[in-house]
């Protein structure tokens, strides 16, 4: 189980900043650092994320200890004081979850956001990992479960196949035929910005490269980069609307 605390962390310059803090098995903390800059070049709302050091019995964290013994790593993202879909359900009833869909159903960046997933092979997300308090306040967070699980390897890695889009588990259904042909056009925009993302320089800035074994960064620079292609139809799957055309 992955252990979450919410706290201050503090910067090497003397900055502290209010934070979420995850104790994340290495292939998770690589992803979801990826994800963030993944996300964040594509000027997607994604809190700023960091690699973060604990020292050692500061906080109870366990999964990617350092090598000299003197604490563990943990990835940080930063407080954006905004509860999550579910959280806001469960506070305020099912009424407000539904005026806050509407809201999500009209957002700008919907389409872009199944599009993302698709890329990204995000298997989890469900209303508890998107971040929501009316619609110019709107964020994406936990994407440990990208690139296709929390424990990929390599040879999971497909990327022609579909994997779960859980955005057509519980949102699509919600949409009306024309809200789905407009996101998937949507998405078919963003898919083109997709693919001027600089992968490797990507990998580099996420730390990802370092934190996985050297054939887990190559194959999945690999996946990235050539999934690009596949993303529209895959965005057109999950949006139910897979015999469109772009």
């Keep these: 189980m992955n252990e979450t605390y919410k706290g201050f962390v503090r910067f090497a310059d003397g900055r502290r900043r ?4 995850k104790d994340l098995n290495q292939t998770q903390l690589a992803n979801e650092l990826l994800a963030s800059v993944l ?36 990835f940080v993202s930063a407080d954006v004081a905004t509860p999550n ?48 308090d009316g619609p110019n306040n709107i964020w994406l967070i ?10 990929w390897e390599p040879g999971d890695l497909d990327p022609v ?13 919600r949409l009306s035929a024309s809200q789905k042909s407009e996101k998937v056009n949507d998405a078919g925009v963003f898919a083109t910005r997709i693919g001027s993302v600089a992968i ?21 620079k690999d996946f990235l980069m050539q999934r690009v292609q596949h993303v529209p139809r895959h965005a057109k799957e999950a949006l139910g609307v897979p015999g469109l055309t772009l």
């Design 142 to 151: 936990d994407h440990g479960h990208a690139f296709t699980g929390p424990g």
């Design 18 to 21: 209010h934070a979420i803090i």
């Design 200 to 220: 490797p320089d990507a990998l580099q800035n996420s730390l990802a490269d370092r934190l996985l074994p050297t054939d887990h960064a190559k194959a999945l």
């Design 39 to 74: 996300g964040k070049a594509l000027q997607l709302p994604v809190p700023d994320s960091y690699l973060g050091v604990v020292p050692t019995d500061v906080l109870p964290v366990s999964k990617v200890k350092l090598s000299d013994g003197s604490g563990h790593l943990v």
């Design 161 to 173: 196949a579909a994997y779960q889009n859980k955005l057509a588990l519980w949102l699509t259904a």
């Design 85 to 132: 879909l579910t959280q806001q359900v469960t506070t305020h009833g099912d009424f407000v979850g539904l005026l806050l869909i509407e809201e999500l159903k009209k957002w700008l960046n919907l389409g872009a956001l199944y599009a993302f997933d698709s890329w990204i092979a995000n298997t989890d997300r469900h209303p508890g990992n998107l971040l929501i």
